[in-house]
């Protein structure tokens, strides 16, 4: 299977190509092999590995840097070995410094990402919708987007420079820093966390068509809702849905475990869920098996 642009150029080079084209790229969160399998049956052109759903999912924990390098690396070669979908990943702060940046860059885009997703916290880093961020100089920042363009093995896996700005130093500073990134070599840009439709305005007005934007949609969080529709009527190029697969599913255990410890069976929850031959069809059991045979001469005749 085809693991990406670090050896083949097939899914970053789409992935650059497709951000050329008007349409907005609807990028949902993924967190593992399976829902990246559902994701792109339902039919998306892109993935957005999240950090925080994986500190959610695999940790139990919230999105505030408790999340490893080779514990993201791990969970997009396990999703890369499932799906050719190109995947935008979550990079955080780099992980450290210039040097650290380098070094995830070279883990990520080996495990088979398509673009990373950088941004300009200190680390460790929080969620873009909590309090009380930190963030790195302008200067340390240029320089980790510097140090990533550097080590890429491929100038087609894609830089996505992300300024957490607007909370911490306001919007006009966020915006001036967003000029900065964009001249260190950015090829994608990511203001976190407007808190207006204003504001998204204003970012449309002042950078689209000079280079791709990408719009946060984080549910309960400071920027309002907004369909891919109208972001792409603002001007943004991508709009990713980071952490809802994550709620969705959190308040479906909830149900699911309530209603089996209350009623001692799943009867009552049968139309909520896939039964045992609903949930093979979707991971490709037979098709699998099948497959399989072909190497063990059972599929033979005589």
């Known amino acids: 299977m085809d693991r990406g642009c670090a050896e083949g150029g097939c899914l970053m080079s789409t992935l650059r190509k497709r951000l050329n084209q008007k349409n907005i790229l609807v990028a949902p969160g993924v967190f593992d092999a399976l829902t990246a399998v559902i994701a792109t049956d339902a039919g998306f052109e892109a993935l957005y590995l999240s950090g925080a759903a994986v500190a959610y999912t695999r940790l139990g924990g919230p999105d505030i840097g408790l999340t490893s390098a080779n514990e993201m690396a791990e969970t997009m070669s396990l999703i890369a070995d499932r799906v050719n979908t190109p995947v935008i990943m979550d990079a955080d702060a780099g992980f450290g410094n210039a040097l650290n940046a380098q070094r995830t ?58 300024t957490d700005a607007i909370a911490v130093e306001g919007f006009d500073l966020a915006l001036a820093r967003a000029d900065a990134y964009i001249e260190a070599g950015a090829d994608v840009l990511f203001i976190e966390a407007p808190q207006s439709r204003a504001q998204l305005m204003q970012i449309g007005e002042r950078y689209a068509g000079q280079i791709p934007l990408l719009a946060n949609m984080v549910e309960g969080g400071h920027t309002p809702i907004t369909d891919a529709d109208d972001l792409q009527q603002l001007g943004f190029s991508i709009a990713i849905f980071p952490g809802g697969i994550v709620r969705a599913l959190a308040r479906t255990a909830q149900d699911y475990y309530a209603n089996l410890h209350a009623q001692g069976s799943n009867k009552a929850f049968a139309d909520r869920m896939h039964d045992f031959d609903g949930l093979n069809t979707i991971l490709g059991t037979q098709d699998m098996l099948e497959r399989g045979k072909r190497y063990t001469g059972d599929d033979e005749q005589g």
């Open 105 to 162: 860059m070279q883990l990520y885009e080996r495990a088979g990402a398509c673009a990373l997703q950088l941004e300009d916290q200190q680390h460790p880093k929080r969620c873009g919708h909590l309090a009380d961020k930190q963030l790195v100089s302008k200067a340390e920042m240029c320089g980790k987007i510097k140090a990533m363009t550097d080590a890429r093995r491929s100038d087609e896996t894609l830089v996505v420079a992300r």
